[in-house]
């Protein structure tokens, strides 16, 4: 099976700008999640999808968003960019997005805000 | 609110000695816990995981760590390190109830020759 696929890998983008970042989870799973990984802060839950409802957030403003689709590939959306969005955003998918179930983490997309 | 403690942001360690990475989590309840490395320019691979099956759990690469509920402790192991275990490794929580991953900052393991 393929893996967790991301796109782009890279993104340069200045402030004020949108940009939006896909993720393909592996077939068959339904649940995908989006992290956010700095040095400051480490890696953060961003939101989780389900069958193309968000099901959990995290603590970050609304300039941050997402969806998914009904193949559950997801995208997520970050409006009105900051330097300190500068990060790595990583994907994961598991089958139904249980407690105990391994999530799978696609290689990121690294974006920098100038 | 849930935490995981990870001691140490960096460890040193000679090739083919011990390697110990702490992880300490904060909870009432039982936990589920992960163990995963990140290659420079990579995503996260699972090296183990907890589910409550056995107190000891074996993952890939030779590592392994014990859950002791006492200590609130997930600490992981490899009794002989390679240069290739080099990498920064994450310990994280997951409790019942669809709540996400809550990771710890990151351990950073240097593999000296």
Redesign the interface.
């Known amino acids: 099976k393929a893996g ?1 696929t991301q796109t782009p890998r890279y993104l340069i983008k200045t402030r004020g700008q949108q940009v939006t970042l896909s993720c393909s989870p592996i077939s068959g799973h339904r649940s995908v ?1 989006w ?1 956010q990984q700095t040095p400051g802060q ?4 961003l939101f ?1 999808y389900f069958s193309e409802t968000q ?2 957030k ?1 603590n970050f403003p609304g300039r941050f968003s997402g969806r998914q689709f009904s193949n559950s590939r997801s995208e997520m959306n970050v409006s009105t960019l900051e330097l300190g969005d500068s990060a790595l955003y ?1 994907c ?1 998918s598991s089958q139904a ?4 179930e ?7 997309t690294r974006l920098l805000v100038l | 609110a849930q935490s995981v403690t990870q001691l140490g942001s960096h460890v040193s360690v000679s090739e083919g000695a011990l390697v110990l990475l702490r992880c300490n989590y904060s909870s009432s309840v039982p936990p ?1 816990l ?1 163990w ?1 490395v990140q290659y420079p ?6 090296l183990l ?1 907890y ?1 409550s099956a056995a107190t000891l759990v074996k993952g890939i690469n030779g590592f392994e760590a014990e859950f002791k509920k006492s200590e609130t402790s997930f600490h992981l192991t490899k009794p002989s390190a390679h240069m290739s275990d080099a990498a920064e490794y ?1 310990c ?1 929580v ?13 351990t950073r393991l240097s593999v000296i020759a």
């Open positions: 967790v999640s992290y480490g890696l953060q839950f989780e099901r959990n995290g990583l994961a997005g249980l407690d105990q391994t999530q799978y983490f696609g290689p990121g | 589920y992960f995963y320019n990579q995503g996260l691979q699972l995981k589910t994450f994280a997951s409790y019942s109830g669809n709540t996400p991953l809550v990771f710890g900052k990151g």
